[in-house]
């Protein structure tokens, strides 16, 4: 080991290899097993070959087979709409084209109304 003079701002660390310690720096290599692998073999599960499926559906139809609501009015005209709302006393409703018709909520006779999808077996509420 060297010596070291005081005040020198060197400090030795023997054991570990310090600063000026005068050993020469080593390389550690560390030698490990290999892990042991196990194998597992998965038994092989049968499967169905895939088959190729046309499906075909058919459309629901005019509107008479599609159940719509009926809308009287106060002059005894009937109007038939697959959805109804109500929003700011307007009665928003489309009928089986598509079409979108709105009307106010006051030209409509509830009590009819509420008769004829009684008899038609819907429930429509109106606020």
């Known amino acids: ?6 005040g020198s701002g060197f400090y030795s660390l023997p ?7 005068g050993y020469a720096p080593t390389n550690i290599v560390v030698i ?7 194998v597992v073999e ?5 499967q169905a070959p895939v088959q190729s499926v046309i499906r075909e559906y058919k459309d629901a139809g005019p509107a008479e087979t599609t159940a719509a609501f009926g809308i009287v009015l106060k002059d005894g005209s009937t109007r ?4 109804v709302t109500v929003q700011d006393r307007v009665l928003h409703y489309v ?9 106010p909520v006051e030209n409509v006779d509830r009590d009819a109304t509420r008769r004829v999808n009684r008899e038609r077996k819907l ?4 606020p």
């Open 1 to 6: 080991m060297r010596a070291v003079r005081p």
């Open 15 to 21: 054991f570990y290899g310090g600063y000026d310690s």
């Open 32 to 38: 490990q097993q290999p892990p042991a692998y196990v």
């Open 42 to 46: 998965k038994a092989a599960v049968p």
């Open 80 to 83: 038939d709409a697959i959805a």
């Open 95 to 103: 009928d089986a084209d598509g079409a979108h018709f709105r009307l």
């Open 123 to 126: 429930n429509l509420q109106l």
